[in-house]
Nanobody, 121 residues
Framework: VQLQASGGGAVQPGGSLRLSCVATGLDDYNIGWFRQAPGKEREGISCISSSDGSTVYAPSVKGRFTISRDNAKNTVYLQMNSLKPEDTAVYYC?????????????????WGRGTLVTVSS
């Protein structure tokens, strides 16, 4: 099982980025995006169901971020718009069996390496 997150970078406030998470070795799984800002605990920000594409968003990103998936490419995307300096963090994707749709990190079994997003003027 491998998860590979990519797409991070530096962007100015108000800008956009799209993160990608490629998952290999898994057939049926929910994917969550998490982030960890310097000096803070890791937080779950969005997740998507493997079955019907249902989504969940944390209040901090709702209305600005959109999660989607392309099952044919084994890829989940996180479109991030209207970025703020407080969105600066290392972003991780994680996978779990499709039992629950959750933003709790202890529900996730597989983790990829993070990708750094820096929002600064």
């Amino acid at each position: 099982v491998q998860l590979q997150a990519s797409g991070g970078g530096a962007v100015q406030p108000g800008g956009s980025l799209r993160l990608s998470c490629v998952a290999t070795g898994l057939d049926d799984y929910n994917i969550g995006w998490f982030r960890q800002a310097p000096g803070k605990e890791r937080e779950g920000i969005s997740c998507i169901s493997s079955s019907d594409g249902s989504t969940v968003y944390a209040p901090s990103v709702k209305g600005r971020f959109t999660i989607s998936r392309d099952n044919a490419k084994n890829t989940v995307y996180l479109q991030m718009n209207s970025l703020k300096p407080e969105d600066t963090a290392v972003y991780y994707c994680a996978a779990t069996l499709p039992l629950l749709l959750s933003l709790k990190e202890n529900m996730y079994d597989y983790w990829g390496r993070g990708t750094l997003v820096t929002v600064s003027s």
